[in-house]
């Protein structure tokens, strides 16, 4: 026999009672593991952001557009390598109006040049090209709807009323699992050319740039910057990371919120351990009178007790991580499937794995701590009195 | 017949030196407190308990008998006196030293057993070996050698519910002399056992004594177990009356 064949009997000495914290353990390892894949994945978008890229916009808001004419001006800078530029869209799709995927008018040379992360077929490119209605849809979003080359889809634009048919010339896929592959891409100049109000022709939403050289990145991005300082429509020049994160920013309070969540959750983990080891321990308060007496010093009963909790979490968080890696990872298809746009991929990271083992362990310590002190500061002739 | 070493002639040997006291109190007194009220148990205690000694302690409730037993295996600390154990003064020792002592010198056999219930009979003889520094084949051996001197070696593998009170008692007492201590203590040993139980552990309890040379001071109500002691003492108010 060892200390630890007699912690391990101690843990399951109420078997019930075992079963029940270790379910606990395992369904908040579960709740804790799935909120931070959200908040991991939703901060993906800075992982996903190109060191080389920068982002030109409206200086006073994104939903403000710039005069297509600084495409030209940007274009001559040096150490830009090349530039594209897009209009968000925001049509919806009439046969599934509830539901959200991104659509962009995106210019025909180079916007594809500066996401070398996206990747289309050459043919499927070379259609999209000839065909001026053409669109590019992802992977994602074509096999949540079955559309197939060669299909017409009509969307009913918001910010450009009306109703809008593009053929599927190609699909996309992402050399980058953080990137959406649920976005529809189609001509800027079907847009531009199209029946829209005349202030927003010859407009662009955004552009993105990408630089020669990314350590002279904010260089690029202060001298453009200041070539349209005294124009009327000024422009805010940022890095990509620096772009998604002001978008990423406008959810911080919702997320903050999940982090919060998942304090708690390890807060309850705590306590409901704590509460069992506290349980086992004033239950034995008998036995480790006995234990005393016979020569076992404080030290061997904070180590049996410290041993038993960190056991039982041991146990807890093993089966937390062992149901959380099916449910969740399943659950994840159905996002990636119907919340593509947000949520491009939904996985459970290696280090939320091991960020999940690692605090169950120190829940384990943490929740031994005031029972191992209790037992450790017992009299011994005072434990022995009380009743076995 | 051996005992972890110790021969029957060994024993002989140390029951020869019995002039020596194991056990010496000099103005011994414990006293509690319920809040600023002190209530004194043991009231100037002066003892000597020779080597060898199986010695009963007498007295009725509350008299002081089990606190005094307390002391001296080390378990409690004295309010006013001295307690000195096999040359060791048990004053001046820190809790972990005391624990130590304890593990090395003093078998404890309660009225209750005080098994562990998820712990095997073996394993809860081997439970002060786990303190020292033996491999497991010696743990094993020593453990064997514990419960064959008990007469339970078939039962090493029982849990505590699976053996009869009187059995319990003897793994107990097993666990009690299974690391070679000098001195037995035992409170109320029969106190939950039948007539022909209690007779078989003070059986042991004699063999013990005579047979392995251990100091065996018992606590006891019972006037037949009593008589199985060499020497009874009797205590009332803290004091002790007569030898």
């Keep these: 026999m060892t200390y630890r064949t007699m912690l391990i009997k101690n843990a399951f000495r109420n078997r019930f009672r075992s079963i029940l914290t270790i379910t606990g353990i395992g369904v908040a390892i579960l709740a804790f593991v799935f909120l931070r894949t959200v908040v991991d994945v939703w901060n993906s978008g800075l992982t996903a952001a190109a060191e080389d890229r920068l982002v030109t916009r409206h200086k006073v808001s994104i939903t403000m557009l710039l005069p297509r004419t600084y495409y030209d001006r940007m274009g001559n800078q040096p150490n830009v390598s090349s530039i594209g530029y897009a209009n968000w869209f925001g049509a919806t799709y009439p046969k599934d109006e509830h539901s959200f995927f991104a659509n962009f008018a995106v210019d025909d040379d180079n916007y594809l040049n500066v996401y070398p992360e996206i990747v289309v077929p050459p043919d499927q490119l070379a259609a999209w090209k000839a065909d001026p209605a053409g669109a590019i849809v992802g992977q994602t979003l074509a096999a949540k709807y079955g559309w197939k080359l060669g299909d017409k889809v009509t969307l009913t634009g918001t910010i450009y009323p009306g109703d809008w048919t593009f053929n599927v010339c190609a699909f996309y896929t992402t050399t980058n699992r953080a990137i959406d592959k649920s976005s529809f891409l189609f001509h800027w100049k079907y847009l531009n050319d199209g029946p829209i109000s005349d202030r927003m022709r010859e407009q662009v939403g955004w552009l993105v740039i990408r630089v020669k050289d990314p350590s002279q990145g904010s260089a690029v991005a202060g001298a453009i910057d200041s070539m349209f300082e005294s124009s009327e429509a000024q422009t805010l020049t940022e890095s990509e990371r620096a772009f998604n994160l002001s978008f990423i920013s406008m959810y911080a309070a919702i997320f903050t919120a999940m982090d919060v969540v998942s304090v708690v959750i390890l807060l309850i983990m705590t306590m409901i351990v704590g509460n069992t080891i506290a349980m086992g321990v004033r239950e034995r308060t008998h036995e480790y009178g006995v234990l005393r007496a016979i020569g076992f010093t404080p030290r061997h009963l904070m180590v049996l007790i410290f041993g038993e909790s960190l056991f039982i979490t041991a146990i807890g968080g093993a089966l937390g991580l062992l149901i959380a890696l099916p449910i969740v990872n399943g659950f994840g298809k159905f996002i990636e499937d119907n919340l593509g746009s947000f949520f491009p991929y939904f996985a459970i990271s290696s280090g939320t794995v091991a960020l999940a083992a690692v605090l169950a362990l120190v829940v384990g310590l943490a929740s031994a701590v005031l029972p191992a002190w209790t037992a450790a500061r017992l009299q011994v002739t005072m434990a022995l009195r009380r009743l076995g | ?243």
Excluded: C
């Design chain 2, 1 to 243: 017949m051996t005992l972890n070493g110790v021969s029957t002639s060994a024993a002989v040997a140390k029951q020869d030196a019995a002039a020596k006291p194991i056990v010496t109190l000099r103005g011994l007194k414990k006293s509690y407190y319920r809040g600023l009220i002190e209530l004194p148990v043991l009231d100037g205690i002066d003892l000597d308990i020779p080597s060898g000694a199986f010695e009963a302690l007498m007295g009725p409730s509350g008299s002081g008998k089990t606190t005094l037993l307390n002391l001296i295996a080390g378990l409690d600390r004295p309010t006013a006196g001295t307690i000195q154990v096999n040359g060791v003064n048990l004053s001046s020792m820190s809790e972990g030293a005391l624990a130590d002592w304890r593990a090395r010198t003093i078998g404890f056999v309660f009225q209750s057993y005080n098994l562990i219930p998820v712990l095997t009979a073996a394993g809860n003889v081997e439970l002060p070996l786990l303190l020292t520094k033996l491999s497991a084949s010696n743990r094993k051996d020593r453990v064997k050698t514990a419960l064959r001197i008990v007469g339970l070696e078939e039962r090493m593998g029982h849990l505590p519910r699976e053996l009869s009170g009187g059995q319990e008692q003897r793994v107990a007492i097993a666990r009690a002399i299974v690391s070679d201590p000098t001195i037995v203590v035992a409170d109320e040993p029969t106190g939950d056992l039948d007539r022909k139980s209690a007779d078989e552990i003070l059986d042991l309890l004699v063999k013990l004594n005579r047979e392995f040379g251990k100091t065996i001071l018992m606590v006891t109500h019972d006037p037949a177990a009593a008589d199985r002691a060499s020497v009874r003492r009797h205590l009332d108010k803290g004091r002790l009356l007569n030898s």
